[in-house]
C-alpha cells in the first residue's frame, strides 16, 4: 500500500474513532447518569427504613459496570482516533487497544449469534428469522474484526509515523 493511501485509511479510520468514540462516550455517560440516579433513588427511598442489605449494593455495583465498560471502550476509540489524526504514539497505542476489544467483541457476537440459531426456544422467534439474524449478521462481525486487525497490522508495522513528526525534524538538523 503506497504511503498516501495509507495515510488516507488512517485518517478516516481516525474520524471514525473520534465520531463514534464521542457518541459512545456520550451515551455511555448518560446510561452511567441512569444508574447513579437509580442508585441514589433507592438509597433515599430506603433511607428512613436503615435496612441496607449488601446484596443490593452489590446489584448496584454491577449494574454501574456495565456503563463504566462501554466508557472505557468508547473512550479508547475516541483517543485512538485522535492519535491516528495526529499520528501519536497514544493513538498508535490505543488502536491495539481497541483493536483487540472490537475483535474479541466481534467473536463473541458471532458465537451467540450461532447459540442463539442452534438453541431450542419454545416461545422464541422462528428458526426462519434466527438464520436470517445469522446469515445477515456473521459476515458484518466478521467483516469488521478482518478490517480492525488489518488496521492493527497497518499501524503496527509503520511505527516510524507516529513519532509525532520528530523524525523529519531530526532528518533537516542533520
Known amino acids: 500500500m503506497s504511503e498516501s493511501r495509507r ?7 481516525g474520524w471514525l474513532g ?5 457518541i459512545g ?14 442508585v441514589v433513588g433507592n438509597w433515599i427511598e430506603a433511607a428512613p427504613q436503615r435496612s441496607f442489605s ?19 471502550a468508547a473512550s479508547s476509540a475516541f483517543g485512538a482516533g485522535l492519535g ?22 466481534a467473536a463473541f457476537s458471532t458465537v ?14 422462528s428458526i426462519a428469522s434466527r438464520l436470517l439474524r445469522v446469515v445477515a449478521f456473521t459476515p458484518m462481525y466478521l467483516g469488521y474484526a478482518i478490517a480492525m486487525a488489518l488496521l492493527c497490522r497497518s499501524v503496527y508495522s509503520h511505527r516510524e509515523a507516529f513519532d509525532g513528526g520528530r523524525s523529519s525534524a531530526r532528518l533537516t538538523t542533520e
Open 112 to 125: 451467540d449469534l450461532w447459540q442463539s440459531l442452534l438453541s431450542h426456544a419454545v416461545n422464541g422467534p
Open 7 to 13: 495515510d488516507a485509511v488512517w485518517t478516516v479510520a
Open 84 to 105: 491516528l489524526l495526529r499520528r501519536r504514539l497514544y493513538g498508535r497505542t490505543l488502536t491495539f487497544v481497541f483493536g483487540a476489544y472490537s475483535i474479541i467483541a
Open 18 to 22: 473520534i465520531i463514534f468514540g464521542g
Open 25 to 38: 462516550v456520550l451515551v455511555s455517560l448518560g446510561m452511567l447518569g441512569l444508574v447513579l440516579l437509580f
Open 54 to 72: 449488601l446484596l443490593e449494593y452489590l446489584s448496584s455495583l454491577g449494574v454501574g459496570l456495565l456503563p463504566l465498560l462501554c466508557l472505557l
